[in-house]
């Protein structure tokens, strides 16, 4: 079959890469780049670093609100579907890219599958809850994650093509988690010891668009002892800026202020950290899957398994709450490695057997 693949952001980047390779030995793969993030640390350098195929379309969407955003992402994507015709369309996570291409190509009656099907936050008021629900109803083929995602689909009538897979985030962090450490030199830039420091990240709107929130976060990490290392998003440091908060992190004794960084260098960084504090979904689970305890900056998340076992709390924006889990929170169970291994040949077995129930001419 031709089968395209839909990414735009740093996760999709890193999921795509062993499902791309293992696509590749069975079927003629094409990547669409959608350009969500279009500065070369968030995008090019994933590509370079985990060696995935160059983009056969790049489509340099770049930010706008989410309507904008979303118009010209399905506008330019049904272009390219129209011109050169897929049998499937492969998508990923939540984003606006994920959404824009499965409604897309379900509308020209191209099979869409979506890799990380029936996740679920049951929060509406983040986007990303949205573009997984509306995903999920375009899509004919699901690959979920956990075991809670398909039961999250049944919840939803959606009982028919769901294939338990795993996660393939296992199977990207499994190859390039020894090459990190061979390769990255960040501990050494930053003169870092394993487990003597913590990562932060922070991109989410509910959290850099509110100045009480943004506050009440920043301000705990300042009020702490630990030494915190914080790569800064493009737009949270616009957001540090307008709220006077900029100047105080530079000011800080145990913040370290850094560039965004590479997939490789954030990988070892955060496989050598003793917590991460972070509102990414994608981080929550590659900590989990690293046995780093995890602090999430949320109120809820779509990764309850790793909450459940014990490596993941939430703390929300109240700046107490953070401080406590900064300094008491200690996982408290073993692993049952929730997220499965092998993902990316499941989802490949799994396409054959869709092949094969549809009649699909390879």
Not at 43 to 50: H, M, Q, R, T, W
Not at 84 to 100: E, H, I, K, R, W
Not at 200 to 220: C, G, M, Y
Not at 295 to 309: F, K, S
Request: glycine share 6%.
């Amino acid at each position: 079959m031709i089968i395209y693949l839909i990414v735009g952001v740093r996760p999709e980047f890193i999921q795509c890469t062993q499902v791309v390779q293992e696509l590749s030995k069975k079927h003629t793969t094409r990547i669409i780049h959608t350009g969500q993030h279009y500065d070369y640390i968030m995008d090019k350098v994933f590509f370079d670093e985990l060696e995935i195929p160059e983009p056969a379309h790049h489509l340099n969407i770049g930010s706008g609100s989410q309507g904008q955003q979303t118009g010209d992402l399905l506008k330019k994507i049904e272009e390219v579907l129209i011109e050169t015709p897929p049998d499937m369309v492969l998508v990923f996570g939540d984003t606006n890219s994920t959404l824009a291409g499965a409604l897309a190509a379900a509308k020209l009656h191209i099979y869409v599958g979506h890799i990380e099907s029936g996740m679920r936050s049951y929060d509406k008021t983040m986007p990303e809850e949205i573009n997984r629900i509306l995903t999920d109803h375009c899509s004919d083929i699901h690959f979920c994650s956990t075991q809670t995602a398909v039961e999250n689909l049944h919840k939803e009538g959606l009982v028919e093509q769901i294939y338990l897979t795993g996660d393939v985030t296992v199977d990207a962090l499994r190859k390039y988690k020894n090459i990190a450490k061979k390769k990255s030199s960040i501990l050494e830039r930053l003169n870092l010891s394993p487990k003597e420091y913590l990562v932060a990240t922070l991109h989410r709107a509910s959290n850099t668009d509110i100045k009480r929130n943004l506050t009440e976060i920043i301000e705990a990490f300042i009020a702490v002892d630990n030494k915190i290392i914080f790569p800064l998003h493009p737009r949270t440091k616009a957001a540090l800026e307008k709220y006077d908060l900029y100047n105080r992190l530079l000011n800080s004794k145990n913040i370290n202020l850094i560039s965004p960084l590479g997939y490789l260098d954030f990988l070892h960084l955060l496989n050598n950290a003793e917590k991460v504090l972070t509102d990414s979904g994608g981080i929550q689970k590659e900590a989990y899957i690293l046995k780093v305890p995890c602090i999430t900056l949320r109120e809820n998340t779509e990764w309850v398994e790793t909450v459940h076992e014990g490596w993941n709390v939430l703390a929300g924006t109240d700046g107490n709450r953070i401080r406590k889990m900064i300094q008491d929170f200690i996982p408290s169970t073993d692993q049952n490695m929730v997220f499965g291994q092998s993902a990316s040949k499941k989802i490949v077995n799994s396409i054959k057997s869709f092949q094969e129930y549809t009649g699909i001419q390879g």
